[in-house]
């Protein structure tokens, strides 16, 4: 039952950053782009020339809207870790990788909080919570034992984490491959979120086959064969 929960809060967390950064975007009077503006500059609360490494004007009516979003998704992330324990399996890996997800989830609360131009110092220790313990969390899932359901998926959670790495470099280091840093901001912050709705799916197949990191329901006569399964 648990992990039902798990599922629903990394979906709806997922989902709902994305319709509110549509919806706030939308607001804007000036043409938002996603190459060109940061994930930040839809929760900023003043119009202004914001970056002066890349000057852009910014002014996002619905800022708390979007500052709302970003803490309901901190907290549905972290509830989704938790209640999902179940399917990491055990070992420091496993458990370095749910820390490392829970300290992404307090990145996305903080920036939530202190938006870009009210403490930018602040902002930026959530940016890294998100797009570089996030990043390694996700790396270390892809090495989660191999009879948990997260450490079945590792041949889809290793290229993400590759990806999402790689991105965060570029972004940090502002260097553009052709997508603008927004893009390159976007990749690297929402790797862990494409993830989480790849790993969802995972666990709902699981609850309708009975499987679930190596936990099988036994067979009539038979008994259980592992308590690694769902909680």
């Not at 959530?126 to 989660?144: H, R």
């Not at 927004?182 to 009975?210: C, K, P, S, Y």
Request: charged residues 15%; positive net charge; hydrophobic residues 50%.
């Amino acid at each position: 039952m648990a992990a039902k929960f798990a599922a629903a809060a990394w979906v709806v967390a997922t989902v709902q950053l994305l319709v509110t950064q549509l919806v706030v975007q939308a607001a804007w009077r000036t043409p938002y782009s996603w190459a060109s503006y940061n994930i930040s500059d839809l929760g900023n609360v003043r119009c202004q020339i914001a970056d002066v490494s890349r000057p852009r004007y910014v002014c996002s009516p619905l800022h708390d809207a979007m500052n709302t979003s970003f803490v309901i998704h901190g907290v549905l992330l972290l509830a989704g870790t938790l209640l999902s324990s179940g399917c990491w399996g055990r070992g420091w890996i496993s458990g370095s990788a749910r820390t490392l997800f829970a300290l992404t989830a307090g990145g996305w609360i903080l920036v939530g909080f202190v938006p870009a131009d009210v403490d930018e110092n602040v902002h930026v220790l959530g940016a890294f919570l998100i797009m570089g313990l996030g990043n390694i969390g996700l790396i270390c899932a892809g090495f989660a034992p191999r009879n948990s359901l997260v450490g079945r998926l590792r041949p889809i959670t290793l290229p993400i984490a590759a990806v999402a790495v790689v991105s965060a470099w570029l972004f940090f280091g502002q260097h553009d491959p052709g997508i603008g840093l927004g893009g390159m901001e976007r990749i690297a912050a929402f790797a862990l979120d494409a993830w989480v709705l790849v790993m969802a799916l995972a666990m709902r197949r699981a609850r309708r086959t009975g499987d679930a990191g190596g936990w099988r329901r036994p067979r009539p006569g038979r008994p259980e064969a592992s308590s690694a399964g769902l909680v």
